[in-house]
């Protein structure tokens, strides 16, 4: 799925789980530049980017409302 898809899926996926470490493998192009930002805009936490694995390690928000 492309990066506006994932983000909405990720969403409602982190929201399920505060506090807890998600791994994301994602192939998109701009997912490099995309996840972070989301990360930032969402105060969700990137820990960490692997672009040999296309992996993301995003720590979900504790605060969902």
């Known amino acids: 799925m492309g990066c506006g898809e994932l ?3 990720l ?3 982190l929201k ?3 506090g807890q470490l998600m791994r994301v493998v994602a192939l ?3 997912a490099p530049e995309d996840l972070p930002a ?3 805009m ?3 936490e990137l820990i960490r980017h ?3 694995s ?5 720590r979900s928000r504790i605060d969902w409302s």
Do not use: E, L, Q, Y
């Not at 296309?54 to 995003?58: G, P």
């Open 50 to 52: 692997d672009p040999d």
């Open 38 to 40: 989301w990360c930032r």
């Open 42 to 44: 969402t105060r969700n």
């Open 11 to 13: 969403r409602m996926k």
């Open 28 to 30: 998109d192009a701009g």
């Open 54 to 58: 296309h992996s993301f390690w995003i």
């Open 16 to 18: 399920t789980m505060p």
């Open 7 to 9: 983000v909405m899926v």
